[in-house]
Each structure stands twice: as structure tokens, then as C-alpha cells.
């Protein structure tokens, strides 16, 4: 089964940008889709971008459309979020997540997480 391990979280002030990355390793075969989510404290893991690995196709929460960009590198098994412009209400844990079927763009079709890495944004 596949396992995944994030990065690139940490500190900004509002209007920053960072760069996360998931390597997914220990698959025999590559995910249907993956997808980044965040999770605020006292609130619910949310979905932020998805995208279907061998098409490419994206999804993306409307709150982050034209801030966030989901991306892939299939050669080197690494899922990326490039976040700009980010504002304090962005601040959570970000969790990569990987499905081998199913509606890519419902939280409860991923079945396979990583740790999560945190950021969090200042005003």
C-alpha cells in the first residue's frame, strides 16, 4: 500500500507563499488521485485541491481557486501545493491523501494518509 510523507509547511505572514510536497512511496501501482486537505483546530478536514494522477485533471476548494495550485511529478512520485497569497484563515494541518478509485473530489473516497505538515499564517 502506498505511504505518504508531506513537507514544506511552516511560518508565514499573510500574503506568503509556500510549497508543499508529498512523496508517496511502497506502491506497487500509482494512485487514481491524490489530493491535498487541512484540517483547523475544532474543525473538520476539508478539501482543498485534488487531482487525478494519470489525467491530470484538477479540483479545487473555491476558497483557494487562483491562490493554490496542485501539481505532480509521476517520475519522482511527488504530489506539490503551491500556496500563495496566503491569509490567516489558510492556518491548519495540510494532509496528502491518495485513493485507488472512486469520486476524487469526496473526502471519504481517500483511504491513504500522510502526517501532515503545518502552516500557519500571521496577519
Known amino acids: 500500500q502506498v505511504q505518504l510523507v508531506e513537507s514544506g509547511g511552516g511560518s508565514v505572514q499573510a500574503g506568503g507563499s509556500l510549497r508543499l510536497s508529498c512523496v508517496a512511496y511502497g506502491h506497487s501501482y500509482s494512485p487514481y488521485c491524490m489530493g491535498w486537505f487541512r484540517q483547523a483546530p475544532g474543525k473538520e478536514r476539508d478539501g482543498v485541491a485534488t487531482?487525478?494522477?494519470?489525467?491530470?485533471?484538477?479540483y479545487y476548494a473555491d476558497s483557494v481557486k487562483g491562490r493554490f495550485t496542485i501539481s505532480q511529478d509521476n517520475a519522482k512520485n511527488t504530489l506539490f501545493l503551491q500556496v500563495n497569497s496566503l491569509k490567516p484563515e489558510d492556518t491548519a494541518m495540510y494532509f496528502c491523501?491518495?485513493?485507488?478509485?472512486?469520486?476524487?473530489?469526496?473526502?471519504?473516497?481517500?483511504?491513504?494518509w500522510g502526517q501532515g505538515t503545518q502552516v500557519t499564517v500571521s496577519s
Open positions: 487531482i487525478y494522477v494519470g489525467g491530470g485533471r484538477t
Open positions: 491523501a491518495a485513493t485507488y478509485g472512486g469520486d476524487c473530489t469526496r473526502i471519504s473516497e481517500y483511504n491513504y
